[in-house]
Every structure is written in structure tokens, then in C-alpha cells.
């Protein structure tokens, strides 16, 4: 009789220890300032310092990978920020190329502030400085060379930001709202919007993006009480508020601005001039500003309300 074989048993497989999740170093970035001088780049630096940033200010661009290289492989660095501009001269020609090769290496980023030239006439005028390009030239005359040299690196750009309606404190406040990785703000934070006031007969405010006319409005002008006040005081508000045509210009006006914000928020825009014009800028047009500043405002936007033509000169 042929025994019978008995037939191998199964084995039980063992249980698995679980697989430990691996988490993902932390991403590190390399932000690059640059811009037109007197745009503010300065205090954009500092703004990055204040987020925890490893910044230089006028890094050589020939040393710009070899920083890049030193930030991947520094632990102790996250995150770095640097200033290029026109102090480089004609080496600015290669940003563009030395880019691609940095961008290999981490994620990078080209931060580019611009102004109107107005205000950066203004800003040198105030601070007393020469251009970076020299005293040979008018301060006009240095702004458009330096706009021709920066042209290149402006098309690069990932981030553009006009100053021209930013103080030193909201532009930090901007920056540090738009790039801290610990604590994102909701993006309507990345948007500023100027409530402005303007008389028609002392002409258009050149840097509106919106005008709405408030001329239909009847006139606390001619009123006595009401003459020698502006819009400020809360017996001209509440005149100017108490006409219905008021009240539902004031709704729709709120409506389309809370549609419209958005809007401009995902397109990257980083001020917004709204102006409400009257015929003198003293009375309804400065009522309306203030109105609608504080609206948006409560809708969660960073609002601020100037109004051009007062006070009243004497």
C-alpha cells in the first residue's frame, strides 16, 4: 500500500508591520527682489526678514547659483530672499539664463516692484538721494534708462507689485500677507483698495482705476449750515445719506465692488484705486469714500480712504 502524502501546509503569512508615513522635507524658496529704484525694495527685504527669511541685499549674479546651492544644502535655512537691480550693471543681461539654472535647484521666485514715475520723482526728492546710475543725469532721465535696463528681468517676473499707493507700512503689510507660509491670510489681504475723493473742477485723479460720478447727488453746497464742512462731519453724512438715490447707489456700487474684488485678487493685482468724484471733492464725494471704505472693510478687504482735495485751503 503506497503511503499518501500529505500535503504541505500553508503557511501563515505574519503580519506586516505598518509602514512608517514619510513626510515630505519641507520645501525650501529662493524669492528674488528687483525693480525700479525707489520702488521700495528696501523695506521689501526687510519685510522678508521679518518672516524668518535669509536675505542679502546686492548679491553679485555671477554668485547667485553658488547661494542657491548653499541654501539646499543648509539645514538651517528655509527660505531666502535677495535684492538684483541696476547696481549690477551690464551683468543684468544674464538674470534671465542664470535663472533657469537656479530654478533647477529650488523653487524661485521674481518679486518686481514698479511705481509711477511721479511718485518715485517724489520719493528721491524726499529722501535726497542720488540715482544708482549716477548724478550725471536727471533723476527723469535715470528712470527711464534704468526702466530700459530692467525691462528683461520685468518679463521674467513672477510677482509684479506697483507701490505707487503703498506707505512703507503697508507695503511690509502686503509682502508679509502675500508670502507667510505659517499663517496664509485669506487672499482678499493681498489687495489694497483706495476709497478716493476728487472734485472734477480740480481734474480726474490720474491714478484711478474706477470712477464712479456722485455729481447727481443733490449738493450740501448749498446748504449754509453745510458750506464750510466736508463730507467728514456727520451732519453733511447724513444729509447726503438720507435721499434714496443715495442709499441704492450706495448697494449697487457695494455689489459690484464685492464681485468685482475677486476678480482682480486671482489676476495678481495688488492695489486698487475706486474714486468717487463730486464737483468741488468736499462734500459727497468725500461722504461716499468714506462709506464705501468702510464696507469693504467689513467684507474683510484692507481698505483705506484718502481724499484728494481736502482740507479746504483758506
Same mark, same amino acid.
Given at each position: 500500500?503506497?503511503?499518501?502524502?500529505?500535503? %504541505?501546509?500553508?503557511?501563515?503569512?505574519? %503580519?506586516?508591520?505598518?509602514?512608517?508615513?514619510?513626510?515630505?522635507?519641507?520645501?525650501?524658496? *529662493?524669492?528674488?527682489?528687483?525693480? +525700479? &529704484?525707489?520702488?521700495?525694495?528696501?523695506?521689501?527685504?526687510?519685510?522678508?526678514?521679518?518672516?524668518?527669511?535669509?536675505?542679502?541685499?546686492?548679491?553679485?549674479?555671477? !554668485?547667485?547659483?553658488?547661494?542657491?546651492?548653499?541654501?539646499?544644502?543648509?539645514?538651517?535655512?528655509?527660505?531666502?530672499?535677495?535684492?538684483?537691480?541696476?547696481?549690477?550693471?551690464?551683468? !543684468? @543681461?544674464?538674470?534671465?539664463?542664470?535663472?533657469?539654472?537656479?530654478?533647477?535647484?529650488?523653487?524661485?521666485?521674481?518679486?518686481?516692484?514698479?511705481?509711477?514715475?511721479?511718485?518715485?520723482?517724489?520719493?528721491?526728492?524726499?529722501?535726497?538721494?542720488?540715482?544708482?546710475?549716477?548724478?550725471?543725469?536727471?533723476?527723469?532721465?535715470? +528712470?527711464?534708462?534704468?526702466?530700459? *535696463?530692467? @525691462? %528683461? +528681468?520685468?518679463?521674467?517676473?513672477?510677482?509684479?507689485?506697483?507701490?505707487?499707493?503703498?506707505?512703507?507700512?503697508?507695503?511690509?503689510?502686503?509682502? $508679509?500677507?502675500?508670502?507667510?507660509?505659517?499663517?496664509?491670510?485669506? $487672499? &482678499?489681504?493681498?489687495?489694497?483698495?483706495?476709497? *478716493?475723493?476728487?472734485?472734477?473742477?480740480?481734474?480726474? %485723479?490720474?491714478?484711478?482705476? +474706477?470712477?464712479?460720478?456722485?455729481?447727481?447727488?443733490?449738493?450740501?453746497?448749498?446748504?449754509?449750515?453745510?458750506?464750510?464742512?466736508?463730507?467728514?462731519?456727520?451732519?453733511?453724512?447724513?444729509?447726503?445719506?438720507?435721499?434714496?438715490?443715495?442709499?441704492?447707489?450706495?448697494?449697487?456700487?457695494?455689489?459690484?465692488?464685492?464681485?468685482?474684488?475677486?476678480?482682480?485678487?486671482?489676476?495678481?493685482?495688488?492695489?486698487?484705486?475706486?474714486?468717487?468724484?463730486?464737483?468741488?471733492? $468736499?462734500?459727497?464725494?468725500?461722504?461716499?469714500?468714506?462709506?464705501?471704505?468702510?464696507? !469693504?472693510k467689513k467684507s474683510g478687504y484692507t481698505v483705506k480712504a484718502i481724499h484728494r482735495d481736502i482740507p479746504r485751503p483758506s
Amino acid at each position: 500500500m503506497t503511503p499518501t502524502k500529505k500535503a %504541505p501546509r500553508a503557511k501563515t503569512p505574519r %503580519p506586516s508591520a505598518p509602514k512608517k508615513k514619510t513626510v515630505p522635507p519641507k520645501s525650501k524658496e *529662493l524669492v528674488i527682489v528687483t525693480g +525700479i &529704484s525707489g520702488a521700495g525694495k528696501a523695506s521689501a527685504l526687510k519685510a522678508f526678514e521679518d518672516l524668518g527669511y535669509h536675505c542679502v541685499d546686492n548679491l553679485p549674479l555671477e !554668485l547667485l547659483p553658488d547661494f542657491a546651492a548653499l541654501v539646499v544644502k543648509s539645514p538651517e535655512v528655509e527660505s531666502a530672499a535677495i535684492v538684483v537691480d541696476v547696481r549690477e550693471g551690464t551683468t !543684468l @543681461d544674464q538674470l534671465p539664463q542664470i535663472l533657469k539654472k537656479v530654478r533647477q535647484m529650488l523653487a524661485t521666485r521674481v518679486v518686481f516692484l514698479d511705481a509711477q514715475d511721479a511718485v518715485l520723482l517724489r520719493r528721491f526728492s524726499e529722501t535726497r538721494r542720488p540715482h544708482p546710475l549716477g548724478r550725471r543725469e536727471t533723476i527723469s532721465r535715470s +528712470i527711464v534708462e534704468e526702466r530700459q *535696463l530692467l @525691462d %528683461p +528681468i520685468r518679463n521674467v517676473a513672477d510677482t509684479l507689485v506697483d507701490t505707487s499707493n503703498f506707505n512703507v507700512h503697508e507695503l511690509r503689510r502686503h509682502i $508679509q500677507s502675500r508670502f507667510n507660509q505659517e499663517d496664509q491670510k485669506d $487672499q &482678499s489681504q493681498h489687495l489694497l483698495v483706495s476709497c *478716493l475723493s476728487f472734485g472734477f473742477k480740480n481734474g480726474v %485723479p490720474l491714478d484711478a482705476d +474706477i470712477v464712479f460720478d456722485v455729481r447727481f447727488l443733490p449738493n450740501p453746497h448749498f446748504v449754509p449750515e453745510f458750506r464750510k464742512k466736508t463730507g467728514l462731519d456727520p451732519g453733511v453724512a447724513g444729509y447726503v445719506r438720507k435721499f434714496a438715490q443715495t442709499r441704492e447707489f450706495l448697494t449697487r456700487v457695494s455689489e459690484l465692488m464685492l464681485y468685482l474684488l475677486p476678480h482682480y485678487v486671482s489676476e495678481g493685482k495688488s492695489y486698487l484705486t475706486v474714486a468717487f468724484g463730486c464737483t468741488g471733492g $468736499q462734500h459727497r464725494s468725500v461722504m461716499m469714500a468714506e462709506d464705501m471704505a468702510k464696507r !469693504l472693510k467689513k467684507s474683510g478687504y484692507t481698505v483705506k480712504a484718502i481724499h484728494r482735495d481736502i482740507p479746504r485751503p483758506s
